[in-house]
């Protein structure tokens, strides 16, 4: 009897330590391989999380982790309860690594701007560090959510997750890859006042695959300071420029930039403005898996015939009540056609 009941409690202990309850034992681990394909080796799920990058802490919240998250970068403001967690820095090059592992993390998640002697420091002290890529990139957006969902032990929703964003993108490439050059519209992208993006940036990839013609696509530089000459000489038909990425998503915000745009007198002879084919969005709207309406919104400004059926807004809807669990506020493209 005693030999039995023995043999019963440890077996149970051992269930226990194996699920992380016994006190003392080790959290279970994988090994994953990250952005600079380095084999890191944290928990799963770690409970605290020191997260310096704004695309990594939107997803470790989509995965449930909101809770986890310890320490965060300046820009890690959405969803919005980040605001409330503690800043280690104002992005990944600057990060203090005095106050993050002050934090006592399980893990530290960055990007590829983090200093290789800072990730250094922070994992000679023993915390590992993952890094991910970029939070405007399609294909760096996929695999951010898949490796952040292995991390956070939710394979399932990353998979539903990539699969949304996955089904838009196809729809977008279907609408679009067959059109002939003289059906893609000339786009001019700015990003700053006459700071536009070339061949090899994310903002050019997006355009192509809206279906533009990016007209600083050939530049020499990735991100050239052009002209307002230059401009009018490739005389775009379509403009897409942004507002400030810290400011709040309104109407007013966006259509006071779209006037600025309208009236300044560099520009004021392009095809663009003179057809009033000039849009506006908030930079939020590109960032992480919300990325898709930024594509859908470009889709349709630059090929209204061919997404008549599409309302990016009603994407962006759905994705926030089923992956962040929030209802849509402000707004983050205008004019909305």
């Given at each position: 009897m005693?030999?039995k009941?023995s043999?019963?409690?440890?077996?149970?202990?051992?269930?226990?330590?194996?699920l992380?309850?016994?006190?003392?034992?080790?959290?279970?681990?994988?090994?994953?391989?990250d952005?600079?394909?380095?084999?890191?080796?944290?928990?799963c799920?770690?409970?605290?999380i020191?997260?310096?990058?704004?695309?990594?802490?939107e997803l470790?919240?989509?995965?449930?982790?909101?809770?986890?998250?310890?320490?965060?970068d300046?820009?890690?403001?959405?969803?919005?309860?980040?605001?409330?967690?503690?800043?280690?820095?104002?992005?990944s090059?600057?990060?203090?690594?005095?106050?993050?592992?002050?934090?006592?993390?399980?893990v530290?998640?960055?990007?590829t701007?983090?200093?290789?002697?800072?990730?250094?420091?922070i994992?000679?002290?023993?915390?590992?560090?993952v890094?991910?890529?970029?939070?405007?990139?399609?294909?760096?957006?996929?695999?951010?959510?898949?490796?952040?969902?292995?991390?956070m032990d939710?394979?399932?929703?990353?998979?539903?997750?990539?699969?949304?964003?996955q089904?838009?993108?196809?729809?977008?490439?279907?609408?679009?890859?067959?059109?002939?050059?003289?059906?893609?519209?000339?786009?001019?992208?700015?990003?700053?006042?006459?700071?536009?993006?070339?061949?090899?940036?994310?903002?050019d990839?997006?355009?192509?695959?809206?279906?533009?013609i990016?007209?600083?696509?050939?530049e020499?530089?990735?991100?050239?300071i052009?002209?307002?000459e230059?401009?009018?000489?490739?005389?775009?038909?379509?403009?897409?420029?942004?507002?400030?990425g810290?400011?709040p998503?309104?109407?007013?915000?966006?259509?006071?930039?779209?006037?600025?745009?309208?009236?300044?007198p560099?520009?004021?002879?392009t095809?663009?403005?003179?057809?009033?084919?000039?849009?506006?969005?908030?930079?939020?709207?590109?960032?992480?898996?919300?990325?898709?309406?930024?594509?859908?919104?470009?889709g349709?400004?630059?090929?209204?015939?061919?997404?008549?059926?599409?309302?990016?807004?009603?994407?962006?809807?759905?994705?926030?009540?089923k992956?962040?669990?929030?209802?849509?506020?402000?707004?983050?493209?205008?004019?909305?056609?």
């Open positions: 005693n030999v009941f043999g019963f409690v440890l077996i149970s202990l051992m269930l226990l330590s194996c992380g309850i016994v006190e003392g034992a080790e959290a279970e681990t994988i090994t994953i391989v952005g600079m394909n380095r084999s890191v080796e944290v928990p799920p770690p409970e605290r020191v997260s310096t990058t704004a695309s990594a802490s470790i919240s989509i995965f449930g982790g909101m809770d986890n998250i310890v320490g965060r300046e820009y890690s403001t959405f969803p919005p309860v980040l605001e409330e967690k503690p800043v280690v820095g104002s992005y090059k600057t990060t203090n690594v005095e106050l993050a592992l002050d934090l006592d993390p399980d530290v998640i960055s990007d701007s983090m200093l290789p002697e800072t990730i250094e420091q994992e000679d002290a023993g915390v590992p560090v890094i991910v890529g970029m939070n405007c990139e399609l294909d760096s957006i996929i695999y951010n959510i898949r490796v952040i969902g292995e991390m939710d394979q399932e929703k990353a998979e539903e997750l990539t699969g949304f964003i089904g838009y993108v196809d729809l977008i490439q279907e609408r679009t890859r067959d059109l002939d050059e003289d059906e893609k519209p000339l786009v001019y992208h700015e990003c700053r006042e006459y700071k536009s993006n070339a061949a090899g940036t994310p903002k990839e997006h355009i192509n695959l809206a279906g533009g990016n007209i600083a696509h050939d020499s530089v990735e991100r050239p052009v002209s307002a230059w401009v009018l000489e490739n005389d775009p038909e379509i403009i897409v420029t942004r507002v400030s810290t400011d998503a309104t109407e007013e915000m966006l259509k006071a930039k779209r006037d600025e745009i309208l009236s300044r560099g520009l004021k002879e095809s663009a403005v003179q057809n009033g084919e000039v849009y506006v969005y908030h930079p939020f709207l590109r960032r992480g898996p919300r990325l898709v309406g930024y594509l859908l919104y470009m349709k400004w630059f090929h209204p015939d061919l997404f008549e059926d599409v309302d990016p807004a009603a994407v962006e809807k759905e994705m926030l009540e992956f962040y669990g929030m209802e849509m506020e402000g707004t983050w493209a205008y004019p909305e056609i």
